[in-house]
């Protein structure tokens, strides 16, 4: 269904939310890796409107710098003292001037609302010739929402009821008022001129303007969502966390739809920018969030968290926090591993269990099997780190670099000190301390020799478990002989 492009989408993102209990204003609280208003926002630009504009006004100095970051075409209006919805609207009019054309209404604090469903509304409001088409929804339960009242014969919306105004047959109507609405600008502007605010609040009500309309000859009509969780508005945690389980599992479903094996929804979470290629397996207990993209028959988890992560195609990636990184097609990650940012591994490269890397680039096929810090390093390809290997990046002022070449072999326990560089095709040997650099083709050794100080234990540890130990495997050495 089309829709001509609106003039306008208004925001309501003024309200201080105190049932969230929460230093961080309603709208900026985060699910599926957007705030709340975030996703209102992403679901508004699908209509591509002319004017964009958030009303702000509880904490307007945070919800105005995060909108700048997320979004910096949102323009922005202040509603310094929240005097009801019609007022917020009547100051995002103020902000944007005289509007020609078709103005959407939403809430901020609606998460689940989607670009599709405000296309239809729009769509619509312009096919009926509507003043005004509130987006409403069947419910299951509509205690405590305003009832739409419809006109038998053409369907027009006569009414909106709150619940505590209702009589016996209108609390019997499942169908509610969402917050959300289409207008007639130019109509909308000439209402809320009229509407009054001699109500219990003392406020300016967006729904008089229906009524004003209504009386004024003007057709109200609706519009239904075909879901009715998506106009659920966020009011406290528990409905916080609710969104966030239907919106993960909104989509958990489009990735297994486009060709992705989800073992086990129940535990999985992803973001909203998280991509998927095809025959890509997420196993149980993982998260993925950000700009993480999994590639073509990747398979990440268990029990694992990525980041801003690029798992290219037919890479393994198990039990593993990755932030920030990029994984080659091929590689095998984990179990165990931390990837903090900067980390690049190349095709068919491994970092194994109890490794951590950080700002390194580690070449195709190149190996870091156990038990190793690999910080601000380049790694040729092919190479392999021995077990226990640390590289010693930090001075306690600054941050030095490690290079090790292609087709290098470290032995275990080696602990690199940066700044240097180990050339292609050679060998340090296990224990040992590289403070020079090494030139290609050589095997180097830093350690002290072995000395063995003999009767050390009887004399130092007598009548001692390892004493009598010894002195037992001596007679039994010297009776062999």
């Known amino acids: 269904m089309s829709a001509i492009r609106p003039a306008a989408v208004v925001v309501l993102a003024a309200g201080e939310g105190t049932r969230m209990k929460s230093a ?13 208003v975030g996703h209102v926002l992403a679901a508004a630009r699908e209509l591509e409107p002319e004017n964009l504009v958030v009303v702000v ?8 710098a995060h909108l700048g970051e997320t979004d910096p075409g949102v323009r922005t209006a202040v509603q310094a003292e929240q005097n009801g919805t019609g007022h917020a609207v009547r100051m995002a009019l103020e902000e944007i001037g005289t509007v020609d054309g078709t103005v ?41 929402y305003g009832r739409i009242v419809r006109d038998g014969a053409s369907g027009a919306v006569t009414a909106i009821v709150e619940h505590k105004d209702a009589s016996d047959s209108q ?56 879901d009715h969780r998506e106009i659920a508005g966020i009011n406290n945690r528990v409905q916080l966390a609710e969104a966030r389980r239907i919106l993960n ?4 479903t489009e990735a297994m739809l486009g060709g992705v094996t989800v073992v086990d929804p129940a535990t999985t979470w992803i973001d909203v920018t998280v991509t998927f290629g095809q025959d890509a397996t997420v196993q149980p207990g993982t998260q993925l969030h950000g700009g993480t993209h999994i590639g073509e028959g990747a398979d990440v988890g268990p029990n694992t968290r990525l980041t801003d992560t690029v798992v290219e195609a037919g890479a393994r990636v198990d039990n593993t926090v990755a932030v920030s990184s990029h994984i080659g097609p091929g590689a095998s990650v984990g179990p ?27 070449g195709e096929g190149t190996k870091i099997p156990h038990l190793s810090y690999v910080g601000d390093a380049t790694i040729g390809e092919y190479s392999n780190i021995g077990a226990a290997s640390v590289f010693v990046n930090y001075d306690g002022q600054a941050k030095h670099h490690t290079t090790v070449g292609s087709h290098c072999r470290t032995g275990s326990d080696n602990m690199f000190v940066a700044p240097v560089t180990v050339g292609d095709g050679a060998y340090t040997a296990a224990g040992s301390v590289i403070t020079k650099d090494v030139p290609p083709g050589s095997l180097a050794v830093a350690r002290g020799q ?6 050390w234990v009887a004399r130092k540890r007598p009548g001692s478990a390892a004493a009598k130990a010894a002195e037992t495997a001596s007679r039994q050495h010297s009776n062999e002989d």
């Not at 599992?249 to 958990?252: G, Q, S, T």
């Open 24 to 36: 961080t204003p309603k709208v900026l609280h985060e699910i599926c890796g957007r705030t709340l």
């Open 57 to 64: 006004g509880h904490a307007r100095e945070k919800v105005t």
């Open 104 to 144: 959407v209404v939403v809430c901020g604090d609606t998460p689940l609302l989607r670009g599709a469903t405000l296309r239809e509304l729009t769509a619509n409001h312009t096919t009926d010739g509507n003043a005004v088409t509130v987006l409403t929804a069947e419910v299951p339960d509509s205690t405590g």
């Open 171 to 226: 609390r019997a109507i499942r169908e509610i008022n969402s917050g959300v609405f289409a207008f007639d600008g130019q109509l909308l502007a000439d209402a809320l001129g009229k509407v009054r605010t001699d109500n219990s609040q003392g406020e300016e009500y967006l729904t008089d303007v229906l009524g004003i309309l209504r009386e004024a000859g003007h057709r109200v009509g609706a519009s239904v969502a075909g």
């Open 249 to 252: 599992d909104r989509l958990l």
């Open 336 to 362: 165990y591993a931390y990837l903090r940012p900067g980390t690049r591994l190349g095709a068919k490269g491994k970092i194994g269990t109890y490794v951590e890397t950080k700002n390194a680039t580690i």
């Open 450 to 455: 072995q000395r063995n100080i003999e009767g």
